[in-house]
């Protein structure tokens, strides 16, 4: 699975989009993009995930850039609850492991 | 939305015990994972399952770990002979494909303290 690097941390106001960045360069055609995020230590939780394509559900959008060298996860009006680590991975293979890394942690201010 | 249920959310037990960790995956899930965080460090793979064998493995899950599941709703995560580094959040997850193309649910998860 390709490498991902993250920034270790960011914060953005309550109510404001949270831009989260992740670069993997080395990505294969057949990798998809995937966002995870964990609160306290709770277990992680699907946030989104895409191959070529902008994503968007509920929850947030991604967008990856046309070269999928780098993407961006975004969460339109953050709030307080979103506060967390969140993750970004590159998985590939019909049943293959997720590899986490530090993630980045985002912390939402009022 | 469904959910992954582990139970106990703690277990506390002496090194060299035996210890069995539960999931319920959601219902119409096919493969099952166990994870591990040790506290401050990342989130491990363990081990992938799917028509009732194991489909791949990590180092960490040596001879001392065994998963089975041995009804149609539980899955189980045993360590045979606890060590003080077994130590950890464990987490159960399930799919309806593999991690690849399809999201994981993971349950809340077991804390393992091994005194």
């Known amino acids: 699975d390709a490498k991902t690097t993250q920034p270790p941390s960011m914060d953005c106001a309550e109510g404001r989009a949270a831009n989260l960045p992740c670069n993997h360069s080395?990505?294969?055609?057949?990798?998809?993009v995937y966002w995870y995020r964990q609160i306290h230590s709770q277990g992680p939780q699907y946030i989104i995930h895409?191959?070529?394509n902008n994503e968007t559900n509920e929850m947030a959008s991604l967008i990856i850039t046309e070269d999928r060298k780098s993407s961006t996860l975004i969460l339109p009006h953050a709030t307080l609850r979103d506060t967390a680590v969140y993750y970004c991975?590159?998985?590939?293979?019909?049943?293959?492991?997720?590899?986490f890394g530090k993630g980045i942690t985002l912390s939402v201010r009022p | 939305e469904p959910e992954v249920t582990q139970t106990p959310s703690h277990q506390v037990t002496q090194m060299g015990q035996e210890v069995i960790l539960r999931c319920v995956p959601i219902?119409?899930?096919?493969?099952f994972y166990w994870y591990r965080q040790i506290l401050g460090q990342k989130v491990e793979f363990l081990v992938s399952?799917?028509?009732?064998?194991?489909?791949?493995k990590s180092e960490i899950f040596d001879d001392q770990f065994s998963v089975e599941r041995p009804d149609g709703s539980n899955f189980t995560l045993k360590i045979r002979s606890t060590k003080l580094e077994d130590s950890a959040m464990y987490f159960c997850?399930?799919?309806?494909?593999?991690?690849?193309?399809?999201?994981?649910?993971f349950g809340s998860g077991t804390q393992l303290s091994v005194l």
């Open positions: 997850a399930s799919s309806t494909q593999g991690a690849s193309n399809e999201k994981l649910f």
């Open positions: 080395t990505i294969s055609g057949n990798e998809y």
């Open positions: 895409g191959l070529k």
């Open positions: 991975i590159a998985a590939t293979g019909a049943n293959s492991k997720l590899t």
């Open positions: 219902s119409n899930h096919l493969y």
């Open positions: 399952f799917y028509n009732n064998e194991i489909s791949e």
